[in-house]
């Protein structure tokens, strides 16, 4: 014993003092062929600039972000071994050195240029090495730039695999965790642990998503598309068939109906490994169907349906009923964290449509005040008397909110008591803001908001009861501007077919469409909006070149509208860049 107890004691005394560290990446572990890259060397260098200036900094708190800079700082000086400044943080980072926040500008200006240079690497033909620096761009640009429209390009699900063995994994960076598991005798590996079977076989969610009709060619739209699950055995063939299935089929596979225009086998790989890491490992040999009710599931939705599969996955293997009239908007991250999905203002302007039985639950990831409150500028509080929005922050308590069964945390669940009674009264009244401006209404809001943060409609309502937000914030602006643009965007002019009414039409919309935001914006908006307007007053030129001598009309207004669409498109571009949050600096 006293050998032990000075040795657990010094454990201990480490243990306290362990903080998180920086683990230089694997040098030997190949990355990607610089000669192979289709850049040239100023370029390269460029590239090898912006990713140093994103690592540059203080030391990160987390490990998650540490990492995060280890995998810049990595493809920085993979691409320009002898990098100076990533060499000098690198370093800074391994002796405990002090690194300044850089200057705004550069950061700015240093995200613009990787993303401008991920865009065109990763629509490269695959395999090639120009591609999978696209994606391996897109992999370090995901943390910082979760929303923007490049990442619908992103190959997401393999972003582990692209980075094995060359940057450590997470719990290297924390060496408190890693000791504690390696010197505790109590603690062993985790054992992968199975489900032994599906004690359900077919289960239902409303999604949201944006789908297109295959039966009736429908274009593409945001909605909730009622989505089934059906677990079917896997075949188990004759092995001297010759038209026996391949191995993975007698594994199970996940399959769309109808089906998808992109591989769902990483989604599939990315949902087993969520299982076995965070729960059971879901039972082997059985085909995963998704039917999305005769609407296809789009590339453009990314991994946003990952966290509905994997509550009907955990319903089915679990047994317990899915509570009826809840609606899970949120992305799953392999941690088992839930995050604001890709595209939310746009879906979230779909919901707010719909009518839904009163009561209906919308359990929404970290990060959507932003989106919530601008309900409120909309003047749409009745969004939040239309559903209980609560946000869970993990797969595992927005299981217990989902779930029929499932137990509400005590505070949320006096929270929700208040909102309901709130809410019963409010949906009788002509004049819901009348309403919520009682004393004894505003009180009994704020009193809820407060016994939980969580419980996003009492939040929402308690402020619109004190004051409504006014505003857009200009990341809402840009993203509303630009879904107030999509029906322009999606104009199909035909020559000798769209008639100069039509066109005239169409101005007229969008004009009426977009003119009543100014009055929620600030100023340096409203000179945005005044550029859309002058933008699309050029639909009122389009023909007006053509000659009577050389009778050219119907081919210059062709012309004319091929180039204000091109316009169009950019302006809209510099929209979609402007909709991203500002990077958050490190504490």
């Known amino acids: 014993m006293r050998l032990v107890f000075p040795a657990a004691f010094l454990i201990l005394a480490f243990l306290a003092n362990a903080a998180i560290r920086y683990v230089p ?96 690497l ?17 992999d370090v640009l995901a ?18 695999k692209r980075w094995n063995s060359v940057i450590a994994e997470i719990s290297k960076f924390d060496p408190q965790k890693q000791l504690a598991a390696n010197q505790d005798p109590k603690i062993k590996p985790t054992q992968i642990r199975t489900a032994s079977v599906y004690k359900a076989k077919a289960i239902l969610a409303e999604i949201p998503m944006f789908s297109n009709g295959i039966d009736d060619g429908s274009p ?107 609606i899970l908007f949120a992305r799953l991250q392999a941690t088992g964290n839930l995050q604001k999905p890709n595209y939310a203002w746009e879906l979230i302007q779909q919901l707010e449509e719909f009518s839904l039985p009163i009561g209906t639950r919308l359990i929404v990831g970290k990060g959507m005040i932003e989106e919530m409150t601008g309900m409120l500028v909309l003047d749409k509080a009745s969004f939040f008397t239309k559903y209980e929005v609560l946000e869970a922050s993990n797969f595992e308590m927005a299981r217990e909110l989902f779930y029929e069964d499932g137990k509400m945390p005590e505070d949320l669940k006096t929270a929700s008591k208040s909102y309901l009674e709130v809410c019963d009264k409010a949906l009788q009244v002509a004049h819901l803001g009348n ?4 004393s004894a209404v505003k009180d009994r809001l704020i009193k809820a908001s407060q016994l939980s943060p969580n419980h996003i409609s009492a939040a929402m309502l308690a402020q619109q ?14 993203q509303e501007l630009n879904r107030l643009l999509e029906p322009l965007a999606q104009f199909e002019y035909e020559i000798d077919q769209t008639s100069e009414l039509a066109v005239t039409e169409v101005y007229k919309k969008t004009r009426d469409r977009i003119t009543p935001l100014k009055k929620r914006l600030q100023r340096r908006d409203i000179e945005i909006l005044d550029d859309a307007l002058n933008l699309i007053k050029d639909l009122n ?30 302006f809209r571009a510099g929209l979609r860049e402007g909709s991203q949050p500002t990077p958050k600096k490190d504490n």
Not at 123 to 135: A, D, I, N, R, T
Not at 465 to 478: G, M, N, Q, W
């Open 465 to 478: 009861s004190i004051r409504r937000p006014a505003y857009f914030s200009h990341f809402l602006f840009t």
């Open 143 to 160: 943390p910082i730039a979760s929303d923007h429209p490049v990442l619908k390009n992103h190959d997401a699900l393999n972003t582990e």
């Open 541 to 570: 030129s389009v023909g007006r070149g053509a000659s009577a001598i050389l009778d050219n009309e119907e081919e210059t207004r062709a012309q004319d509208m091929i180039k204000f669409q091109k316009k169009l498109e950019n």
């Open 220 to 326: 593409s739209k945001p909605g909730l598309v009622t989505t089934s699950l059906i677990i079917t055995k896997a075949p188990n063939p004759d092995p001297d068939d010759k038209n026996a299935p391949e191995s993975g089929d007698q594994n199970g596979t996940l399959k769309f109906q109808p089906p998808t225009d992109f591989n769902v086998n990483p989604l599939q790989s990315s949902l087993l490994s969520f299982f076995r890491k965070n729960a059971k490992a879901l039972p082997n040999g059985y085909n995963l169907n998704i039917n999305t009710n005769k609407r296809q599931y789009l590339a453009k939705n990314r991994e946003n349906i990952a966290a509905n599969i994997a509550m009907m996955l955990d319903a089915a293997v679990s047994g317990r009923p899915l509570r009826r009239n809840t």
């Open 25 to 120: 990446a694997n040098d030997s572990a190949p990355l990607l062929r610089r000669d192979l890259i289709p850049m040239d060397v100023d370029a390269i260098r460029d590239l090898a600039d912006y990713l140093a200036v994103l690592a540059d900094g203080p030391m990160p708190k987390s490990a998650i972000e540490v990492r995060h800079r280890a995998q810049l700082l990595t493809l920085s000086k993979r691409l320009l071994p002898g990098h100076e400044r990533a060499h000098l943080i690198e370093t800074s980072y391994l002796k405990g050195g002090e690194r300044r926040q850089p200057e705004a500008f550069f950061v700015k200006s240093a995200r613009k240029g990787l993303i401008e240079t991920a865009d065109w």
């Open 435 to 438: 309403f919520l401006s009682l």
């Open 122 to 138: 990763s629509q490269l033909p695959k395999e090639s090495e120009g591609q999978l620096l696209g994606q391996l761009l897109l």
